[in-house]
T-cell receptor, first 116, second 110 residues
Framework: DQQVKQNSPSLSVQEGRISILNCDYTNSMFDYFLWYKKYPAEGPTFLISISSIKDKNEDGRFTVFLNKSAKHLSLHIVPSQPGDSAVYFCAAPYPNSGGSNYKLTFGKGTLLTVNP | ETGVTQTPRHLVMGMTNKKSLKCEQHLGHNAMYWYKQSAKKPLELMFVYSLEERVENNSVPSRFSPECPNSSHLFLHLHTLQPEDSALYLC?????????FGQGTRLTVV
């Protein structure tokens, strides 16, 4: 059961424009979300996160919006740059068995291509 | 430098071979993970170790055998793999809800 869904496998935008990456989730117990960026043949790197007590978190060109009633979040990148071309994963942590740590469940990812 | 180092970066092995993947984290985290990424699939959690104890095993076949000798090191021992096990294997560590990943091992089973 895919609890975190990214329904757009790819997105192509022009340099300088806004990129909007979307993510939906089904588990209302999720209270924290992360976005990871991944280049080919490398591990994901953390980009930005948001807690469910907020509806927006901004870090430079990256802003994440959370709509809890719709169980939807989005990552906005503005302005987009060619170096932003990568796969972006949405993820939600939930407690391990025993509750001592968290494990991440990931969406399938969206391949962003920023054209010069 | 992500703080999580995986070796080797690439591995080609036959179906009768035995090999091991190694992961080391320098972040002082108390949990370590193995994930698998196959083509066109989401990242799949394989194993979780918390304080050196295995706390999760997500129905992974026994041909994959993890080992966590201490909080900084994690191994994935491989034997009699199948071609469909070819994938990117990612190690991660965490202290709270944010996981830090290594660069991965690209495994090809021939």
């Amino acid at each position: 059961d895919q609890q975190v869904k990214q329904n757009s496998p790819s997105l192509s935008v022009q340099e300088g424009r806004i990129s909007i990456l979307n993510c939906d989730y089904t588990n209302s117990m999720f209270d924290y979300f992360l976005w990871y960026k991944k280049y080919p043949a490398e591990g994901p790197t953390f980009l930005i996160s948001i807690s469910s007590i907020k509806d927006k978190n901004e870090d430079g060109r990256f802003t994440v919006f959370l709509n809890k009633s719709a169980k939807h979040l989005s990552l906005h990148i503005v302005p987009s740059q060619p170096g932003d071309s990568a796969v972006y994963f949405c993820a939600a942590p939930y407690p391990n068995s025993g509750g001592s740590n968290y494990k991440l469940t990931f969406g399938k990812g969206t391949l962003l291509t920023v054209n010069p | 430098e992500t703080g999580v180092t995986q070796t080797p970066r690439h591995l080609v092995m036959g179906m009768t071979n035995k090999k091991s993947l190694k992961c080391e984290q320098h972040l002082g985290h108390n949990a370590m993970y193995w994930y698998k990424q196959s083509a066109k699939k989401p990242l799949e959690l394989m194993f979780v170790y918390s304080l050196e104890e295995r706390v999760e095993n997500n129905s992974v076949p026994s041909r994959f055998s993890p080992e966590c000798p201490n909080s900084s090191h994690l191994f994935l021992h491989l034997h009699t793999l199948q071609p469909e096990d070819s994938a990117l294997y990612l190690c991660a560590s965490s202290q709270d809800r944010e996981a830090f990943f290594g660069q991965g091992t690209r495994l090809t089973v021939v």
